[in-house]
């Protein structure tokens, strides 16, 4: 046992970082890169990552319907972002209009694929700021990062990237 979780909390991107590589590993899958980043998840960067086939492991408050919300990380779960819709032509800049990016995200709150505005997911992910009252008090031992959410063994306001080409087939794991 690594010690990421107690309960199925994963409360620090590193040890999901941690995780993933682990993962991918055992999966025996190849051409895939991973990359810890911090903070600007709505960015130039990352929507030109995306563009280019990149998905992403984002932390977020998850409200009544899963979709993010700004609960101070009292409902954090996580969201893998595997498209990008870019509604119209941005001209120069991504960015220059938040309700023009929405991403395309599932979660283990729903079997039915999500679309939310990048900005919204960010706001969210930028929101984490601490562990739920309400699970610090029932009783169950969690894995909290040593400083709490904001920590840097955390990385606050961080996500995943993974970057290359998985394509699934039948009777086979994944391959290149």
Known sequence: MEGYSNNGEMLSCKDMAKLAEKAISLAEIENVSYTL????????????????????????????NHSPCLRHGHTAHWAL????????????????????????CRHGKSRFLAAWTLEELHKSNMNLWEFSPKKAEDG???VVPEG?????????????????????????????
Do not use: Q, W
């Not at 904001?150 to 990385?155: T, Y």
């Open 148 to 176: 709490g959410l904001r920590s840097k063994r955390s990385v606050p306001n961080g996500s995943e990237i993974m970057k290359g080409c998985l394509k699934y087939r039948a009777n086979k794991r994944f391959a290149t």
């Open 81 to 104: 972002v595997c498209g990008v819709i870019i509604i119209e032509d941005p001209g120069e800049s991504y960015i220059s209009k938040p309700s023009n990016v929405y991403v395309l």
């Open 140 to 142: 169950l031992l969690y």
């Open 37 to 64: 980043k911090k903070g600007g998840l709505f960015s130039h960067e990352t929507i030109h990552d995306l563009l280019n086939g990149a998905i992403l492991l984002v932390p977020y408050d998850a409200d009544f």
